[in-house]
């Protein structure tokens, strides 16, 4: 026990945390000002099972009979036959080679052909249906545009919306408002609620980079939070849900084959995406942090600081690396004519893998793939 209290004695040294000179008791909440505390990154945790199942409700009594009406297909594919030497050799290899089909074929007594009918049924019967895929960005979709209204309510009147200087303004002695304090409390609750649901939500190529995206947004929330950075904080996450509200509903649309629709939501979310995530981002929230920042607090900066610059680098790193995939994707799709294909489709039959993970990033996400679809599509009027 003796250890323990002075491992977290080490740990929540204010040296680490604030500026110097500044204690953990210089920031305790009064009548006057409420200021952020740490032991609330406790309470997002279970308010992400109130959020799992508000998700639930929303996806069954809400976007399910969406899809149906609009006509998506809520069925599985056939199931394959079962067969033991073909079930291990597919979860062995999901890309088997000609020889490899040749020598199963030779084994069973059946012909190639046999086997790569199997194979074809096998593969598809682990893809969801396009209706559950449907639903899910339904719900992402109905959560970006909640929480980005929300945040505009809550920091509509704030100076430092307009103005990030005033993000700095009397640092680390800036109060939080209860809006503040469940704009904050809300997003970090979403994010656990994705960090659970990932293990049985649909199963996409760009698993663990989300997995990592989520552990890095997290780490964020939290780490601005403990600092009381959450004024710039709030901005960054209101900035990174814009984007996302015309990805889901893009993907959404694509799924009901409204797809002059999808074209056009998906040209809004490039727009947006270079804007937010490669203009504002770097130029307006980065270089506050990193240049305003220490001149306009004239304190030296703290570890925490520094770590926390670095993980807003590291975003910004990925955000460039998804642009260069959406611009690649974005141009492909303007030589097709069309974005066709699925968006942020499981098919281990896409030629090109890496343009299927490209933009389910922050949260982000992926783009529709511009492969040939034989399939035609109803366009929206």
Same mark, same amino acid.
Request: aromatic share 16%; proline share 4%.
């Given at each position: 026990?003796?250890?323990?209290?002075?491992?977290?004695?080490? +740990?929540?040294?204010?040296?680490?945390?604030?500026?110097?000179?500044?204690?953990?008791?210089?920031?305790?909440?009064?009548?006057?000002?409420?200021?952020?505390?740490?032991?609330?990154?406790?309470?997002?945790?279970?308010?992400?099972?109130? /959020?799992?199942?508000?998700?639930?409700?929303?996806?069954?009594?809400?976007?399910?009979?969406?899809?149906?009406?609009?006509?998506?297909?809520?069925?599985?594919?056939?199931?394959?036959?079962?067969?033991?030497?073909?079930?291990?050799?597919?979860?062995?290899?999901?890309?088997?080679?000609?020889?490899?089909?040749?020598?199963?074929?030779?084994?069973?007594?059946?012909?190639?052909?046999?086997?790569?009918?199997?194979?074809? #049924?096998?593969?598809?019967?682990?893809?969801?249906?396009?209706?559950?895929?449907?639903?899910?960005?339904?719900?992402?979709?109905?959560?970006?545009?909640?929480?980005?209204?929300?945040?505009?309510?809550?920091?509509?009147?704030?100076?430092?919306?307009?103005?990030?200087? /005033?993000?700095?303004?009397?640092?680390?002695?800036?109060?939080?408002?209860?809006?503040?304090?469940?704009?904050?409390?809300?997003?970090?609750?979403?994010?656990?609620?994705?960090?659970?649901?990932?293990?049985?939500?649909?199963?996409?190529?760009?698993?663990?980079?989300?997995?990592?995206?989520?552990?890095?947004?997290?780490?964020?929330?939290?780490?601005?939070?403990?600092?009381?950075?959450?004024?710039?904080?709030?901005?960054?996450?209101?900035?990174?849900?814009?984007?996302?509200? +015309?990805?889901?509903?893009?993907?959404?649309?694509?799924?009901?084959?409204?797809?002059?629709?999808?074209?056009? /939501?998906?040209?809004?979310?490039?727009?947006?995406?270079?804007?937010?995530?490669?203009?504002?981002?770097?130029?307006? #929230?980065?270089?506050?942090?990193?240049?305003?920042?220490?001149?306009?607090?004239?304190?030296?900066?703290?570890?925490?600081?520094?770590?926390?610059?670095?993980?807003?680098?590291?975003?910004?790193?990925?955000?460039?690396?998804?642009?260069?995939?959406?611009?690649?994707?974005?141009?492909?799709?303007?030589?097709?004519?069309?974005?066709?294909?699925?968006?942020?489709?499981?098919?281990?039959?896409?030629?090109?893998?890496?343009?299927?993970?490209?933009?389910?990033?922050?949260?982000?996400?992926?783009?529709?793939?511009?492969?040939?679809?034989?399939?035609?599509?109803?366009?929206?009027?």
């Amino acid at each position: 026990m003796v250890s323990l209290q002075s491992f977290l004695d080490k +740990f929540w040294d204010p040296n680490i945390w604030l500026p110097p000179n500044i204690t953990w008791a210089d920031l305790q909440s009064s009548d006057q000002v409420e200021y952020t505390n740490h032991k609330d990154l406790l309470y997002p945790i279970p308010m992400a099972l109130i /959020v799992l199942v508000i998700r639930y409700c929303f996806e069954k009594y809400c976007f399910i009979p969406i899809g149906l009406a609009l006509g998506i297909k809520g069925s599985k594919p056939k199931k394959a036959v079962h067969n033991d030497i073909l079930e291990k050799a597919f979860k062995q290899n999901l890309k088997l080679k000609h020889k490899n089909i040749a020598g199963l074929a030779k084994q069973l007594d059946w012909s190639e052909r046999q086997v790569e009918r199997w194979l074809r #049924l096998r593969r598809a019967q682990d893809k969801p249906s396009t209706l559950v895929k449907f639903t899910e960005n339904g719900w992402r979709f109905t959560y970006y545009s909640s929480a980005f209204i929300y945040g505009l309510y809550v920091l509509w009147d704030k100076p430092w919306l307009w103005d990030t200087d /005033v993000c700095w303004v009397n640092y680390p002695y800036q109060g939080v408002t209860s809006g503040e304090w469940w704009y904050y409390m809300g997003s970090a609750s979403f994010y656990w609620s994705l960090m659970a649901s990932q293990f049985y939500d649909v199963k996409r190529k760009d698993f663990w980079q989300m997995f990592a995206h989520h552990v890095l947004t997290l780490g964020l929330i939290s780490l601005s939070w403990i600092c009381n950075f959450h004024r710039i904080g709030s901005l960054t996450i209101l900035l990174h849900d814009f984007a996302d509200i +015309f990805l889901e509903f893009a993907k959404m649309a694509k799924y009901a084959r409204y797809q002059k629709l999808c074209d056009l /939501v998906f040209v809004i979310f490039t727009i947006a995406w270079l804007t937010t995530r490669t203009g504002i981002f770097p130029f307006v #929230l980065i270089y506050s942090t990193t240049v305003r920042g220490p001149i306009i607090v004239n304190t030296p900066m703290f570890p925490a600081y520094y770590i926390f610059n670095g993980l807003l680098f590291f975003l910004l790193g990925l955000h460039l690396f998804w642009t260069y995939l959406i611009l690649k994707i974005a141009k492909s799709a303007l030589s097709a004519g069309q974005m066709e294909g699925d968006i942020r489709s499981s098919s281990s039959e896409l030629s090109d893998a890496s343009a299927n993970s490209a933009l389910m990033s922050g949260d982000h996400n992926s783009t529709p793939s511009p492969k040939k679809s034989p399939e035609k599509t109803r366009n929206s009027q």
